[in-house]
């Protein structure tokens, strides 16, 4: 099971955190059964919000499903080399 990134880690952090805040104040609710109730909805919805952050992709991309695994590479053609020009210097005039 691979770690959690650090981007899910704060994202259903502030989730649990933020949704835990809003629902607490709007029910108004003093009773241990319902913070108890509104605590366990926050963390299902930070561990829903953590899990549907996209994740990074790989670094190596794997070959389209109709390519062959053996198709050829293009190469480049070389490159000329480009010889160098001698340019007259050019000073400032007097004014």
């Given amino acids: 099971m691979p ?24 029910s108004q609710t003093s009773s241990g059964a319902g913070i108890a109730v509104i605590a366990l909805a926050a963390l299902a919805l930070g561990l829903l919000v953590a899990l549907t952050v996209p994740l ?16 050829e590479r293009v190469v480049p053609a ?9 340019e007259p210097v050019r000073e400032p005039t007097a004014r």
């Fill in 3 to 26: 770690r959690p990134t650090a981007a899910q880690l704060a994202y259903g952090s502030c989730t649990v955190i933020l949704s835990t805040l809003a629902m607490l104040l709007l």
């Fill in 56 to 71: 990074p992709k790989p670094r190596t991309a794997a070959p389209a499903a109709g390519t062959p695994a053996t198709a």
């Fill in 78 to 86: 070389p490159r000329k080399p480009v010889a160098a020009v001698a």
